[in-house]
Antibody, heavy 116, light 112 residues
C-alpha cells in the first residue's frame, strides 16, 4: 500500500526557516519524480515544486522560487522541502505526492503557520 | 506559466442532476508525445484531494463511470451524471504538460 507521511510543520515567525519531510512507502521511491503541493486556509491547491527521481532536475512555482528548496534522499525514501524567508502567505497545509497517471496518493499533509 | 480557468466557481445542483465543469487553459495541453496531461481532482470537506481523471478522460481506479472527462487542446470538461451526496466538494483541474505545473482555481459543487 502506498503511503506518504508528511511532517515538520509548525508555527514559525515571518522570516524564519523550516524543513518539511515526507516519508514514502509502498512503491519504489527512487523511480519516481516527486512533488510538493500546498493549500492555504480556505483557498485552492497550489503546485509548488517538483524533483526528478534522480535529483537531476528541480522546478519551482514563482511564488516560492529562490526561497524554497526541494530535495530527496532515495536511501531513506524521503522527500524534503526546505523553506527559508517564510512569509504569512506561506501559511498552508503542505502535501507531498507523486504524479504517475495523476496524483493518485496523498498524505494527510503537514500544517505550516507563519505568524508573529 | 499556464493558467487554468475553471467555470463556474460554484455550482448548485439537486441530487440526481447532471453537473458540468469547464476548465480552459491559456495554452494547449497536448504534449510532444501526443498525450494531454489534464487531470481532475475532488476535495471533500476536511479531506485530502482525490484523483478522479487523468489524461483528460481516463478514470482512476474505483472512480464511478458517472464521472466523464472530455476535451482537447485548451478546453476541457468534467461531467457528473446523476450527482450523488458523496460527489459534493471542490473540483480542481490540473495540468502536467507544461513546466510549471498548475491547478485551476476550483469549482465548489453543492446542493441547491
Amino acid at each position: 500500500e502506498v503511503q506518504l507521511v508528511e511532517s515538520g510543520g509548525g508555527l514559525v515567525q515571518p522570516g524564519s526557516s523550516l524543513k518539511l519531510s515526507c516519508v514514502a512507502s509502498g512503491f519504489t521511491f527512487s523511480s519516481y519524480n516527486m512533488h510538493w503541493i500546498r493549500q492555504a486556509p480556505k483557498k485552492g491547491l497550489e503546485w509548488i515544486a517538483l524533483i526528478y527521481y534522480d535529483s537531476s532536475n528541480k522546478y519551482y512555482a514563482d511564488s516560492v522560487k529562490g526561497r524554497f528548496t526541494i530535495s530527496r534522499d532515495n536511501s531513506k525514501n524521503t522527500l524534503y522541502l526546505e523553506m527559508n524567508s517564510l512569509r504569512s502567505e506561506d501559511t498552508a497545509m503542505y502535501y507531498c505526492a507523486k504524479n504517475y497517471g495523476g496524483f493518485a496518493y496523498w498524505g494527510q499533509g503537514t500544517l505550516v503557520t507563519v505568524s508573529s | 506559466d499556464v493558467v487554468l480557468t475553471q467555470t463556474p466557481v460554484s455550482l448548485s445542483v439537486t441530487l440526481g442532476d447532471q453537473a458540468s465543469i469547464s476548465c480552459r487553459s491559456s495554452q494547449s495541453l497536448e504534449y510532444s508525445d501526443g498525450y494531454t496531461y489534464l487531470e481532475w481532482y475532488l476535495q471533500k470537506p476536511g479531506q485530502s484531494p482525490q484523483l478522479l481523471i487523468y489524461e483528460v478522460s481516463n478514470r482512476f481506479s474505483g472512480v464511478p463511470d458517472r464521472f466523464i472527462g472530455s476535451g482537447s487542446g485548451t478546453d476541457f470538461t468534467l461531467k457528473i451524471s446523476r450527482v450523488e451526496p458523496e460527489d459534493l466538494g471542490v473540483y480542481y483541474c490540473f495540468q502536467a504538460t507544461h513546466d510549471l505545473w498548475t491547478f485551476g482555481g476550483g469549482t465548489k459543487l453543492e446542493l441547491k
